[in-house]
C-alpha cells in the first residue's frame, strides 16, 4: 500500500444546514470520496445558521483538523442604539456584539434616561431559541404618566401652586404675535399634544391658520418668557387636526377634541414626558367607571377666583368623576345641552372649585397601576352670570372622553406622526441609520441547494455544476439530475426526487403571540410536487380571504396579525395523485398576555413597485403585527387617503383596494402603521400603468399563443395571488394563469412588451 494512501482523507458528510467545497479545484468530489494529505475544506452556513468552530479544515496524517462544525440558527442580530444599550453573554461569558448570536444566548437591555422597556420585569432577559428572541425583541420607549415629585394635588380656583414635574405632560398654548396664553393641552408623544378643539377654531369649528399659535413644554409659570422657566421648550405648528363632528357652538360643542403636531420633536426629561395611554378603546373605557375611579386630576393657568385673574403659577385640581344621571338632575337647563354622549361629567357642587377659563384643552388624567392616563380634555365650564372670569365654580364641568374618539381620529393622527424610524444606530464599530434598505433574499423565494447523496451526486440541468454547492439558493424551476458511483443504484427518480410522496412530519403544536405572524409548514417530497391544501374548522383557506391568508411559494400557510380566534387545529392535506392523500393536524396556540411591542410591516411584502392596466382593480396589501393592535392609515404621495371613498376602500386586513386605476391613481402609495408603542412603521409602493402594442388585452386569453404554465410549479395560482406575476423569473413559469389574471405582459417576456409610466 502506498504511504500517501494510508495518511488520505475521507471526504465527510455535509454539516446539517451548510456545506463544504474543496479549496482551489475544479472537481466536483463528494461525500466518501478519498482525497490526499493537504486537502483543504472551506466551510460555509445557509442564510441564518452560523458556523459553530473554524471555517477551514485541512486532511492532515488521516484525520480532518479541525473536525468539521455544526451550523447553528442565528436569531436576528441586535445592535445598541442611541436610546437602547445592548449585551449578550453565552454560556455565561460576555459577547463583544449581539450579531448573528446562536441558540442558547442571552440578550440584555438598559434604556436611556427618561426611556423604559414596558414589561421587562416579566420579561428581564430574550433569550434566543430557534432563531427568534423569546418575547420578541423589546424597544425602549419614553416614560409616560410618572410624576418627578410628589404633592397633594390642589385646586385651580382657589388653589396652591406646583411645578411642571408634578405633571410633565402639562402643554401650554399661546398666540404666537401676542405670546398669551389661550389654552392648555396634554403631551401625548414627543410631537403631538392633546388639545380642546374650540381652541384652534373658529365659533363655527374652523380651523385657524397654524401660524397664529406656538406651543410650550415645561413650563411651571404662565407667562411666556418666565426666567424661572428654565426647562422650557418651544415649537411652532406642523399640522393641527379637530374631530370631524366638531362644528362648534353650533352643535352645543360635541366633539371639542384636537391633536396639534409640533414642529420640533421635544427632548424628554424631568419637566417634559408624556401622559401614559393605551390605545384600546375598553381599556380607557373602563377609566371611566365612576364606580372604579376614585379620584381625577386637571392642571392648568386658569382663573384663581371667579373674580380675579388668571393664575401665574400651574395649578392643581383633584375633582371625582360624576355618573351621568347625577349630573342631568344637577345642572340647569341650559347646561344640560352640552351633556353630549362623548361628554363626561366630574368636580363639587358648591364648593368653589373647578376648572375655569383658562384651563380649557387640559387633560383630565387618573392614576392607573402606579401611573397616570389621559381620560379626557377640558371642554365647558358653567358660565356664571356675575363672574368676571366667566366659569361657576358651584357646578360640574364638562371633559370630553378620550375614549370616544381613539378608534375613528386619535390613533389615525398619532400613527401619522409617530416617532420617526430614521434613528442612528451605533456599535463600537460601525453607525448607520434604520432607513437604509437592505436587501435579503428569503429562502422561501426559490430552493436552497441539498447534500449530495452518499455515494453519488447532483447537478444543475443545463448548468455546469461547479458554479454550484449544497446550500445554494436557486429560483424555482431549477432541475437536479441525480448520478451513483459505479457499483451504486439510485433508489427514486433519477431527475428529482422520489415518485412516491411522503408528508416530512412538523411541529404538532405551534405558538405565537397575539398581533404577530406565524407560518405553518407542511414540507413534501415527492414527483411531482404535491399539492398542498389547508383547511381550518372545515373551511378551505386558500390565499383569497385578503392579506389575513397567505399561501407562500413552498405552500406553507402565513397568518397575519393573530388574534384568539385563529387558535385551533389546520388541516393540512397533501396529494400528488400518485398516492393516497395524507394529512397532518397543526395545533396553533396564541398567547394573549405577551409584552406590548411596536408595530411592525413584514419585509416578505415589501416591493418597490407594481404594474398594473388601467381600468383593472388592484389591492394593495399591508401586512402589519403589532401588540396592541396597530391602526393603519393609507397614503398617496402626501396626501391621507380616506377610509372609503368612491376610488378607495380600506379594508379590515389593512389592504387597499382600488376598484378602477386610473391615471390619477398612479403614485407612490404608503401605509403607515402605529399601535402607541414605540415607533410608526411605514412601506411604500410605486403604482405604474403598463402598455403593450396589443390593441387589448381581455382577462381569461393568453397574450402570447403558446404560453404555458410550468408543470414543476405545484399551483400557480399563489404566484399570482401573490403578487408575483410582476417578476420575471416567475411571471415566465406561470405564464398563462399571469396572462389570465391580467399581468401579462408585465415584464419584458417578448419584444412586445413595454412598462411606462404616467
Request: include cysteine; charged fraction near 20%.
Amino acid at each position: 500500500m502506498h504511504l500517501l494512501d494510508t495518511f488520505s482523507c475521507t471526504l465527510p458528510p455535509h454539516p446539517r444546514f451548510g456545506g463544504w467545497t474543496v479549496f482551489q479545484t475544479n472537481l466536483a468530489p463528494s461525500v466518501g470520496d478519498a482525497v490526499p494529505v493537504g486537502t483543504i475544506l472551506e466551510i460555509s452556513c445557509y442564510y441564518g445558521y452560523k458556523l459553530n468552530g473554524g471555517a477551514i479544515t485541512a486532511c492532515i496524517r488521516g484525520q480532518w483538523r479541525p473536525e468539521v462544525g455544526q451550523c447553528l440558527r442565528t436569531c436576528p442580530s441586535l445592535r445598541t442604539t442611541t436610546i437602547t444599550t445592548v449585551s449578550c453573554t453565552y454560556k455565561g461569558e460576555t459577547l463583544a456584539t449581539c450579531l448573528d448570536v446562536v441558540k442558547g444566548t442571552r440578550a440584555h437591555f438598559q434604556c436611556s434616561p427618561f426611556y423604559e422597556i414596558q414589561g421587562l420585569n416579566k420579561f428581564p432577559v430574550r433569550i434566543c431559541s430557534r432563531g427568534q428572541w423569546s418575547g420578541g425583541i423589546p424597544e425602549c420607549v419614553p416614560v409616560c404618566g410618572k410624576k418627578g415629585i410628589t404633592k397633594d394635588p390642589t385646586l385651580i380656583v382657589g388653589g396652591f401652586n406646583t411645578t411642571s414635574l408634578e405633571y410633565p405632560w402639562q402643554t401650554a398654548l399661546y398666540f404666537k404675535r401676542t405670546k398669551v396664553l389661550i389654552c392648555g393641552g396634554t403631551l401625548l408623544s414627543q410631537k403631538t399634544i392633546l388639545t380642546a378643539a374650540h381652541c384652534v377654531t373658529n365659533d363655527k369649528g374652523q380651523l385657524q391658520p397654524k401660524e397664529n399659535y406656538i406651543v410650550a413644554v415645561g413650563k411651571s409659570y404662565r407667562s411666556y418668557n418666565d426666567s424661572r422657566d428654565n426647562a422650557a421648550q418651544f415649537s411652532s405648528i406642523q399640522e393641527m387636526y379637530v374631530s370631524r363632528q366638531y362644528k362648534g357652538y353650533i352643535q352645543h360643542y360635541f366633539g371639542d377634541i384636537a391633536i396639534i403636531v409640533a414642529n420640533t420633536t421635544f427632548v424628554l426629561s424631568l419637566n417634559v414626558q408624556s401622559v401614559c395611554v393605551v390605545w384600546e378603546k375598553k381599556f380607557h373605557q373602563s377609566l371611566e367607571n365612576v364606580t372604579r375611579v376614585n379620584q381625577t386630576y386637571a392642571s392648568g393657568w386658569g382663573f384663581t377666583s371667579e373674580n380675579n385673574n388668571p393664575s401665574d403659577v400651574l395649578k392643581l385640581l383633584k375633582v371625582p368623576l360624576i355618573s351621568k344621571d347625577e349630573c342631568e338632575r344637577r345642572l340647569s337647563e341650559d347646561d344640560l345641552e352640552y351633556l353630549t354622549d362623548d361628554k363626561l361629567c366630574a368636580g363639587f357642587l358648591e364648593s368653589g372649585k373647578s376648572v375655569c377659563k383658562g384651563d380649557s384643552g387640559g387633560g383630565l388624567v387618573t392614576k392607573h397601576g402606579g401611573r397616570y392616563y389621559i381620560i379626557a380634555v377640558v371642554s365647558i365650564a358653567p358660565q356664571s352670570s356675575t363672574a368676571v372670569g366667566g366659569c361657576d365654580s358651584q357646578q360640574y364641568g364638562l371633559y370630553t372622553r378620550f375614549s370616544y374618539y381613539i378608534e375613528d381620529f386619535l390613533i389615525d393622527v398619532e400613527a401619522r406622526f409617530a416617532p420617526s424610524e430614521h434613528h442612528v444606530y451605533c456599535t463600537d464599530d460601525d453607525c448607520f441609520t434604520a432607513s437604509t434598505n437592505v436587501s435579503i433574499t428569503s429562502a422561501r423565494s426559490g430552493c436552497i441547494l441539498p447534500d449530495h447523496p452518499t455515494f453519488g451526486n447532483w447537478s444543475i440541468f443545463g448548468a455546469p455544476s461547479n458554479h454550484f454547492m449544497p446550500g445554494t439558493l436557486v429560483v424555482p424551476g431549477t432541475v437536479l439530475k441525480i448520478e451513483c458511483k459505479p457499483n451504486y443504484t439510485l433508489s427514486g427518480h433519477a431527475s428529482a426526487t422520489p415518485k412516491t410522496q411522503d408528508l416530512v412530519a412538523t411541529e404538532q403544536e405551534v405558538h405565537g403571540l397575539f398581533g404577530d405572524h406565524v407560518t405553518l409548514e407542511c414540507a413534501t417530497t415527492g414527483n411531482p410536487t404535491p399539492k398542498i391544501t389547508w383547511t381550518k374548522d372545515n373551511t378551505l383557506i386558500d390565499g383569497t380571504q385578503g392579506a389575513k391568508y397567505r399561501i407562500k411559494l413552498d405552500q406553507s400557510l402565513h397568518i397575519i396579525m393573530l388574534q384568539k380566534s385563529d387558535a385551533g387545529v389546520y388541516l393540512c392535506t397533501t396529494d400528488n395523485t400518485t398516492g393516497e392523500a395524507t394529512m397532518k393536524r397543526i395545533n396553533l396556540v396564541v398567547i394573549v398576555d405577551g409584552p406590548h411591542w411596536p408595530a411592525t410591516i413584514l419585509e416578505s411584502e415589501s416591493q418597490a413597485k407594481v404594474v398594473v392596466s388601467l381600468n383593472s382593480s388592484l389591492t394593495l396589501n399591508c401586512l402589519v403585527v403589532g401588540y396592541p393592535l396597530p391602526a393603519v392609515t393609507w397614503w398617496k404621495n402626501d396626501t391621507l387617503i380616506p377610509i372609503k371613498s368612491s376610488q378607495f376602500e380600506t379594508r379590515k386586513d389593512h389592504s387597499l383596494h382600488i376598484a378602477s386605476v386610473t391615471s390619477s391613481n398612479l403614485g407612490v402609495y404608503t401605509c403607515q402603521a402605529y399601535n402607541g408603542v414605540g415607533k410608526s412603521a411605514s412601506w411604500s409602493v410605486t403604482v405604474e400603468a403598463r402598455q403593450t402594442n396589443h390593441d387589448t388585452n381581455p382577462k381569461g386569453t393568453d397574450a402570447q399563443p403558446d404560453c404555458q404554465d410550468n408543470p414543476l410549479f405545484p399551483d400557480c395560482r399563489v404566484i399570482v395571488l401573490s403578487n408575483h406575476c410582476a417578476r420575471q423569473n416567475y411571471a415566465k413559469f406561470c405564464c398563462k394563469s399571469c396572462t389570465e389574471a391580467g399581468w401579462i405582459p408585465v415584464v419584458n417576456l417578448t419584444e412586445q412588451t413595454t412598462i411606462v409610466t404616467d
